[in-house]
């Protein structure tokens, strides 16, 4: 089974940092793409920066130039480094990662969701 279990959420002042890490495991094939998601309180989620499986990185307008995406193909590893964090991100950041795994039918191109975690940054 794959699983996606992520780390490094926490409480951080405004201006300050975290890193964020998610980790992939199963039977996997390939992963396409890897994505980090956000959700606050009221709000929908939103999707805040993406990674090919080449390095394309995109981001929301409201995080560009304070994070970066990331990944290491060999770890099956995706990291939001979040700098200049401000009072506007604290949210539920979720993992995301669409890949390939191996089925009875053969590869089958699927989504999967990390569990979660908490980013909350004070003023």
């Known amino acids: 089974q794959v699983q996606l279990v992520e780390f490094g959420g926490g409480l951080v002042q405004a201006g300050g940092s975290l890193r964020l890490s998610c980790a992939a495991s199963?039977?996997?094939?390939?992963?396409?793409?890897m994505n980090w998601y956000r959700q606050a309180p009221g709000k929908q989620r939103e999707l805040v920066a993406d990674?090919?499986?080449?390095?394309?990185?995109n981001y929301a307008d409201s995080v560009k130039g304070r994070f970066t995406i990331s990944r290491d193909n060999a770890k099956n590893t995706a990291y939001l480094q979040m700098n200049s964090l401000k009072p506007e991100d604290t949210a539920v950041y979720y993992c995301?990662?669409?890949?390939?795994?191996?089925?009875?039918?053969?590869?089958?191109?699927?989504?999967?969701w990390g569990q979660g975690t908490q980013v909350t940054v004070s003023s």
């Open positions: 199963g039977s996997i094939s390939r992963i396409d793409a």
């Open positions: 990674i090919t499986s080449g390095g394309t990185t």
């Open positions: 995301n990662a669409v890949l390939e795994i191996e089925t009875l039918l053969g590869r089958s191109v699927r989504s999967y």
